[in-house]
Structures are given as C-alpha cells and as structure tokens.
C-alpha cells in the first residue's frame, strides 16, 4: 500500500497541524419551538467538538464548508442531525456529523417550560490556516 504521507510536502504537513474548524461566529443559535405557529428561540451552547479535518480535504488543500440542520432536546442533546448543503459535496460531510452530534447545549427552556427546539442550523467552515 502506498504512503500518502510521501505525496505531502512538508508544507502541506504545517497546514495540516494549523488547521481550524470555525463554527458560527457566537455560541447561540437559533431554532423554533411549537409546531403551528413557531416561535423563534435562541439556544445557547455549551460544548462544541471541535471537528477533525478529513484528510482526503488535506492533501487536496480543499476549503469548504457544511450546513448541518438538527433538533435540540429538553435535556439540551443534538438530536436527529442532517446535511443541508455542502461546499465541495462529499468532502467534510462524516466530519462535521460525527462533531455535532457530541454538541451540547443549555436545556432549552420557554416560558418557564422545558421544551425541544427544532431546526437549528449551523454552519461549519473548514478552513486549512
């Protein structure tokens, strides 16, 4: 088996240790509760895992990013997350998937009733440095 580490310059090896994952520029997001007449929430994060840049995306020195749509529940628990859209399509999809469903946020709470907040959307944008 050929190693892919050969084909890397030690240029491509820096990057690759500079490597940043940027999330939405604050920690509250926002997403809707109810199910006629939505009511917008803000929902506030406490835990981001930090996700690992692919290294198919390294080699390739690709940027890109992915829109990630999920539901929040009562314990504060991304639940059911997917894909929106994805820049380039393929590339950073299982990675920014694997990070959000390790996100925690603050038990969401409306009108002093502890609620599930659906459609939340963030966007991750992976960036080599």
């Known amino acids: 088996?050929?190693?892919i580490y050969k084909d890397i310059s030690a240029?491509?090896?820096?990057?690759g240790i500079a490597l940043f994952i940027f999330t939405s520029s604050s920690f509250a997001d926002v997403?809707?509760?109810?199910?006629?007449?939505?009511?917008?929430?803000?929902v506030n994060r406490i835990y981001t895992q930090?996700?690992?840049?692919?290294?198919?995306?390294?080699?390739l020195a690709k940027d890109g990013y992915v829109l990630i749509e999920f539901d929040?529940?009562?314990?504060?628990?991304?639940i059911d997350p997917y894909v929106v859209e994805s820049e380039p399509a393929?590339?950073?999809e299982r990675a920014a998937m694997?990070?959000?469903?390790?996100?925690?946020?603050e038990p969401p709470v409306y009108e002093?009733?502890?609620?599930?907040?659906?459609?939340?959307?963030?966007?991750?944008t992976f960036k080599v440095q």
């Open 31 to 42: 997403g809707y509760v109810g199910e006629d007449d939505k009511i917008e929430i803000d």
């Open 50 to 59: 930090p996700a690992k840049f692919p290294r198919k995306a390294l080699r």
């Open 72 to 78: 929040i529940d009562t314990d504060g628990s991304v």
């Open 90 to 92: 393929g590339l950073f």
């Open 1 to 3: 088996m050929k190693n």
């Open 11 to 15: 240029k491509s090896i820096f990057l």
């Open 112 to 124: 002093g009733v502890s609620v599930k907040v659906n459609d939340v959307q963030v966007k991750l």
């Open 98 to 105: 694997k990070s959000i469903r390790k996100w925690l946020y």
